[in-house]
Nanobody, 121 residues
Framework: QVQLVESGGGLVQAGSSLRLSCVAS????????MAWYRQILGKEREWIAT???????DYADSVKGRFTISGDVAKHTIYLEMDSLKPDDTAVYYC???????????????WGQGTQVTVSS
């Protein structure tokens, strides 16, 4: 079994910062990509940031310049540093990983349970 465990969500004021963590565990041969998504109430889940095992990062325009993805995909751990938070950032934030399990020759997508981030005005 592969598990992704997120932490760090909470209630903060607009303009403040928050750091989310995600750790993947289980019988994992390798992970090539980890990413953060969020789902704002009434909207579809959206991609916000990606980090590859080779260190490449990318961001959605909505968070570019404010959010930073970091960590070590090869060690199955990533973070999301969220700065200058806005009420519009209020959402459930999800961790995603593309996982190669022992015995397989293909990558599978795994998701964390989600962590609530609420930004008050």
């Amino acid at each position: 079994q592969v598990q992704l465990v997120e932490s760090g969500g909470g209630l903060v004021q607009a303009g403040s910062s928050l750091r989310l963590s995600c750790v993947a565990s289980g019988r994992i041969l390798s992970i090539n990509v980890m990413a953060w998504y969020r789902q704002i109430l009434g909207k579809e889940r959206e991609w916000i940031a990606t980090k590859t095992a080779t260190g490449i990062t990318d961001y959605a325009d909505s968070v570019k310049g404010r959010f930073t993805i970091s960590g070590d995909v090869a060690k199955h751990t990533i973070y999301l540093e969220m700065d200058s938070l806005k009420p519009d950032d209020t959402a459930v934030y999800y961790c995603n990983a593309s996982v190669l399990r022992y015995g397989n020759s293909w990558y599978e997508q795994y998701w964390g349970q989600g962590t609530q981030v609420t930004v008050s005005s």
